[in-house]
């Protein structure tokens, strides 16, 4: 199975000042067909996890451009440039370049 | 506006079943995977499979397997997630998700969880 292993576990930020999170895999997720299969959840407190951002660096519909994502390969990193309050939850990254599927353990946000 | 909308908590004896609905709203069903997941209390998230209906193609995760069954009604746009020999660590919230027309495997539709409580 496919490890993800996400750091930090947890993170406190001053509104306004960056945040980075980092996603490694066990193994490569890139698809024969050039694709790479990272995917970025948030799970505000009490909601369903939503989707952030698609294979490594893909922005959903109507998810500020303050996140961003980057990586290759194994490695992996979700980036607010000013994290907001609304920001606040559990950051999830996932693969799916193999079954099971599998998500980090996950980061927690906090405001400072 | 596709929604999921999900059946409501349950509460379950251990080696008994449940059943979990996730009933789709607006837009085409059967072309799109479904997928579960599902959540220990203050724990991650876990994948745990998913269904494409227009194939009634199934995935299991294998520690589920032999336990797990999913299952669509095109007809009334509804997925199904029964779990048999249930034990007190199946206790979680189970979630729905839907995969998005962007890209396969990225799940931009959540239903809003069902609670599995089991307990003796």
């Known amino acids: 199975d496919v490890v993800m292993t996400q750091t930090p576990l947890s993170l406190s930020v001053t509104p306004g000042q960056p945040a980075s999170i980092s996603c490694k895999s066990s193994q490569s997720l890139v698809h024969y067909e050039g694709r790479t299969s990272l995917y970025w959840y948030l799970q505000k407190p009490g909601q369903s996890p939503q989707l952030l951002i698609y294979?490594?660096?893909k922005r959903f519909s109507g998810v500020p451009d303050r996140f961003s994502g980057s990586g290759s390969g194994t490695d992996f990193t979700l980036k607010i440039s000013r994290v907001e309050a609304e920001d606040v939850g559990v950051y999830y990254c996932m693969q799916s370049i193999q079954l099971p599927y599998s998500f980090g353990q996950g980061t927690k946000l906090e405001m400072k | 506006q596709v929604q999921l909308v999900q059946s409501g908590a349950e509460v379950k004896k251990p080696g008994s079943s449940v059943r979990v609905s996730c009933k789709a709203s607006g837009g085409t069903f059967s072309t799109y995977t479904i997928t579960w997941v599902r959540q220990a209390p203050g724990q991650g998230l876990e994948w745990m499979g998913r269904i494409i209906p227009i194939f009634d193609t199934t995935n299991y995760a294998p520690k589920f397997q032999g336990r797990i069954t999913f299952t669509a009604d095109d007809s009334t746009r509804t997925a199904y997630l029964d779990l048999s020999r249930l034990r007190s660590d199946d206790t979680a919230v189970y979630y729905c998700a839907r995969e998005s027309y962007l890209s396969p495997d990225a799940f931009d539709i959540w239903g809003q969880g069902t609670m599995v409580t089991v307990s003796s």
């Open positions: 294979e490594v660096s």
